[in-house]
Antibody, heavy 121, light 110 residues
Framework: QVQLQESGPGLVKPSETLSLTCTVS????????WSWIRQPPGKGLEWIGY???????NYSPSLKSRVTISVDTSKNQFSLKLSSVTAADTAVYYC???????????????WGQGTLVTVSS | QTVVTQEPSFSVSPGGTVTLTCGLS?????????PSWYQQTPGQAPRTLIY???TRSSGVPDRFSGSILGNKAALTITGAQADDESDYYC??????????FGGGTKLTVL
């Protein structure tokens, strides 16, 4: 059974960079697309972006200028960096795996439990 | 920027049928958007109910079904149960590797 676990600081200061890592266990990171999603307290889900195990990425246009997603296949991990954070970036951050065929990705079939990151001085 | 629209809230009686919809601020939803639907209960990660418009995810009861109704994607719950009370999110593939979540619908069963 594939399991994902987010890790990283729970508190980040305004203007600094938020950094999170997702560790994948019970399966290989290779061959799959991986994604980050966030959810501000009491609000809806927001897609941040994805990375293919080979390193290709795509990001939400609204966050693209501040987001970097990277992968480390040797550690079975992928990571999120979000720069110049403000209080509006306070959210539960989820990592997840895409279910894809050879041509199309359809949905996020495995999720981490989520980790709350608060932006505050 | 195109916004994915959902009803903010909906209520259904136990045993009743409810249809939640997922639209676009501009344009129509079709199967080419590969609509998927997620259910989320408080404090939990979302789980997939429906993907690729109408394919039920593994273990999802057949009282959940997906379709295209008019110019929107739709999630229909037939025979609603108390534990269906959750938040429901649709996601659309906008092309060019971009997915967008709808704002979510809070479903009350009473």
């Amino acid at each position: 059974q594939v399991q994902l676990q987010e890790s990283g600081p729970g508190l980040v200061k305004p203007s600094e960079t938020l950094s999170l890592t997702c560790t994948v266990s019970g399966g290989s990171i290779s061959g799959y697309y991986w994604s980050w999603i966030r959810q501000p307290p009491g609000k809806g889900l927001e897609w941040i972006g994805y990375i293919y195990y080979s390193g290709s990425t795509n990001y939400s246009p609204s966050l693209k200028s501040r987001v970097t997603i990277s992968v480390d296949t040797s550690k079975n991990q992928f990571s999120l960096k979000l720069s110049s954070v403000t209080a509006a970036d306070t959210a539960v951050y989820y990592c997840a795996r895409y279910y894809c065929t050879t041509t199309t990705c359809f949905h996020l079939d495995y999720w981490g439990q989520g980790t709350l990151v608060t932006v505050s001085s | 920027q195109t916004v994915v629209t959902q009803e903010p809230s909906f209520s259904v009686s136990p045993g009743g049928t409810v249809t939640l919809t997922c639209g676009l601020s501009s344009g129509s939803v079709s199967i080419s958007y590969y609509p998927s639907w997620y259910q989320q209960t408080p404090g939990q990660a979302p789980r997939t109910l429906i993907y690729n418009t109408n394919t039920r995810s593994s273990g999802v009861p057949d009282r959940f079904s997906g379709s295209i109704l008019g110019n929107k994607a739709a999630l229909t719950i037939t025979g609603a149960q108390a534990d269906d009370e959750s938040d429901y999110y649709c996601v659309l593939y906008m092309g060019s590797g971009i997915w967008v979540f709808g704002g979510g619908t809070k479903l009350t069963v009473l």
